[in-house]
C-alpha cells in the first residue's frame, strides 16, 4: 500500500458496539492488521482478528505506534466523533488528511441534544475532559444552554458547587449517562438540590443557566469591577484597563504578552475575550504570580501561563506573541528592545506609564517607532465628610504602536 494511499482508518464507537457501525465501518474494522483504542472501545468491537493495543500511558506513546505503521491497515477506536474533541484532529496534524478514513458516530453533544429537545447550534458545547472545571465560568451567562464534557463521575457535582458558589444555584442540571446503549439513564436536578450519586464516568451534563439577583456573571465587555481582582495595589483599573483592552485589539486564537503581571486583571481579560486566546504572564514576584493564579482561576480564564521571573531575562524562549502589554518594569535596561523584537510584524505593543520617567521613556519610543499617544485621566466620586467630591487617580499615559 502506496504512503500517500489512505490506511488508517478512525472509526468512532457508541454505547451500541458493532450493531451501530456502518457496512463501510465495519468492513474496515475487520481487515485492519493493527487496532488500538480504549479498554471500553475494544470490549464493544470484540471480537477481533488484529492485533490489539489498549491506549499507553502516556497517551502519545500511541501516536508513535501509529505512526510506525504508516501504510499498513490501521484502526484507531474513538468515541462517537473522533473530530469533535476526539483524537481525530491530534492524529490529523500527524498523518495527512488524505491518507486517512474517518466513520464517525453521533457526538455525544449531538445526543446530549437530542434527549434535551434542545437546538445544538443554540448550545455552547464544552469539555472538561482533562481541563480544568473553572473553564466554564465564561459561559455562565443567564439562560444559557451548556452541554458539557464530562471529566468523570465527580463532575456534575464540582459543577453543582461552582454554581451554587456564582449564585447560580437555581440552574438546572442534567446528568446524561451511557448515552445510546442498553445503560444509558438521565436524570435531572438543580444545583442547589444536587444529590445525584453512583454516575457512571462516561457521562454528558446538560446545563440550564438559572440567574437570580445575587449571581456573579462575567460580563461579555472588558473593565470587570476592580472589586473582582485580589490585589495589592498593583491593578489596572477599571476604566484604564477597558481603554488598554481596546489598544491591544484581541483577535481570535491570539497570544499576548503581560509583562508585569501584576494581580493578572489586563492578561484575564484578554482571555476572557475569546475561548482560545492565550496569554503568558510575566511577574517576578511569586506572591503577586499567585494572587494571578487565583484571580484567574476564579474568574475562568484557564489560558493564562504565568512564569515567574524578571524580564527582559524572562522572555527568552517564549513563543511569540501577537500582543504585548507592558505594565509593569518598562524603564528596565533591555525589556522594550527584548519584547519588540520578539513581537510578531503587525503585532500591537501598549505600554502604560504613571512616572514622569516612564512617561520620558514613551516620548523617545514614540519618536522612534511612531505610533499614537494619548493621556488618561479618571476621577471617581467618593465621599468627603457627608457630602461628595471628585478624586482623581493619577493620570496614565499610553503609548499604543504596530510593529510593521
Given at each position: 500500500m502506496a504512503p500517500n494511499a489512505p490506511w488508517l482508518t478512525v472509526i468512532g464507537i457508541g454505547e451500541d458496539g458493532r450493531a451501530g457501525l456502518s457496512s463501510a465501518a465495519l468492513a474496515a474494522l475487520d481487515r485492519a492488521e493493527f487496532v488500538i483504542g480504549g479498554v471500553r472501545h475494544l470490549a464493544l468491537v470484540a471480537p477481533l482478528s488484529a492485533q490489539t493495543q489498549t491506549w499507553p500511558s502516556?497517551?502519545?506513546?500511541?501516536?508513535?505506534?501509529?505512526?510506525?505503521?504508516?501504510?499498513?491497515?490501521?484502526?484507531v477506536l474513538a468515541t462517537g466523533d473522533p473530530f469533535h474533541y476526539g483524537v481525530g484532529a491530534e492524529l490529523?496534524?500527524?498523518?495527512?488528511?488524505?491518507?486517512?478514513?474517518?466513520?464517525?458516530?453521533?457526538?455525544?453533544?449531538?445526543?446530549?441534544?437530542?434527549?434535551?429537545?434542545?437546538?445544538?447550534?443554540?448550545?455552547?458545547?464544552?469539555?472538561?475532559?482533562?481541563?480544568a472545571l473553572e473553564?466554564?465560568?465564561?459561559?455562565?451567562?443567564?439562560?444559557?444552554?451548556?452541554?458539557?464534557?464530562s471529566w468523570d463521575g465527580s463532575t456534575p457535582g464540582q459543577l453543582a458547587e461552582l454554581l451554587k458558589a456564582h449564585g447560580l444555584g437555581a440552574s438546572t442540571i442534567?446528568?446524561?449517562?451511557?448515552?445510546?446503549?442498553?445503560?444509558?439513564?438521565?436524570?435531572?436536578?438543580?444545583?442547589?438540590?444536587?444529590?445525584?450519586?453512583?454516575?457512571?464516568?462516561?457521562?454528558?451534563?446538560?446545563?440550564?443557566?438559572?440567574?437570580?439577583?445575587?449571581?456573579?456573571?462575567?460580563?461579555?465587555?472588558?473593565?470587570?469591577?476592580?472589586?473582582?481582582?485580589?490585589?495589592?495595589?498593583?491593578?489596572?483599573?477599571?476604566?484604564?484597563?477597558a481603554l488598554t483592552l481596546a489598544a491591544l485589539a484581541p483577535r481570535a486564537g491570539e497570544l499576548l504578552w503581560d509583562i508585569g503581571l501584576g494581580a493578572g486583571s489586563i492578561a484575564i481579560e484578554w482571555c476572557l475575550r475569546h475561548p482560545r486566546n492565550r496569554c503568558i504572564g510575566i511577574e517576578e514576584r511569586p506572591e503577586r504570580a499567585e494572587r494571578a493564579r487565583r484571580n484567574a482561576l476564579e474568574l475562568g480564564a484557564t489560558a493564562l501561563d504565568i512564569r515567574?521571573?524578571?524580564?527582559?531575562?524572562?522572555?527568552?524562549?517564549?513563543?511569540?506573541?501577537?500582543?504585548?502589554?507592558?505594565?509593569?518594569?518598562?524603564?528596565?535596561?533591555?525589556?522594550?528592545?527584548?519584547?519588540?523584537?520578539?513581537?510578531?510584524?503587525?503585532?500591537?505593543?501598549?505600554?502604560?506609564?504613571?512616572?514622569?520617567?516612564?512617561?520620558?521613556?514613551?516620548?523617545m519610543l514614540y519618536a522612534r517607532h511612531g505610533g499614537t499617544m494619548r493621556r488618561l485621566a479618571v476621577s471617581r466620586l467618593e465621599a468627603v465628610g457627608g457630602m461628595h467630591g471628585w478624586r482623581a487617580a493619577m493620570p496614565v499615559t499610553q503609548w499604543v504602536v504596530t510593529k510593521p
Open positions: 502516556p497517551f502519545s506513546d500511541g501516536y508513535s505506534m501509529i505512526l510506525a505503521r504508516r501504510g499498513q491497515p490501521t484502526c490529523a496534524r500527524l498523518v495527512p488528511a488524505d491518507e486517512i478514513v474517518c466513520f464517525p458516530q453521533p457526538s455525544a453533544f449531538s445526543l446530549a441534544a437530542a434527549r434535551m429537545g434542545w437546538s445544538l447550534p443554540d448550545c455552547e458545547c464544552l469539555s472538561l475532559h482533562g481541563r473553564r466554564v465560568i465564561p459561559s455562565l451567562q443567564p439562560g444559557a444552554r451548556l452541554l458539557v464534557l442534567t446528568v446524561l449517562e451511557a448515552m445510546g446503549g442498553p445503560r444509558e439513564r438521565i436524570r435531572h436536578t438543580v444545583a442547589n438540590d444536587f444529590t445525584i450519586a453512583d454516575i457512571d464516568p462516561l457521562n454528558t451534563i446538560a446545563l440550564e443557566i438559572v440567574a437570580t439577583g445575587d449571581a456573579r456573571i462575567v460580563p461579555l465587555a472588558p473593565g470587570l469591577p476592580d472589586s473582582w481582582f485580589e490585589n495589592d495595589g498593583q491593578l489596572t483599573k477599571a476604566e484604564i484597563r515567574i521571573g524578571r524580564a527582559p531575562e524572562a522572555l527568552a524562549d517564549l513563543p511569540a506573541p501577537d500582543a504585548i502589554f507592558i505594565g509593569g518594569g518598562a524603564s528596565e535596561p533591555g525589556v522594550f528592545e527584548a519584547a519588540w523584537a520578539a513581537l510578531k510584524p503587525g503585532g500591537r505593543l501598549v505600554l502604560n506609564a504613571v512616572t514622569l520617567e516612564t512617561e520620558t521613556l514613551l516620548g
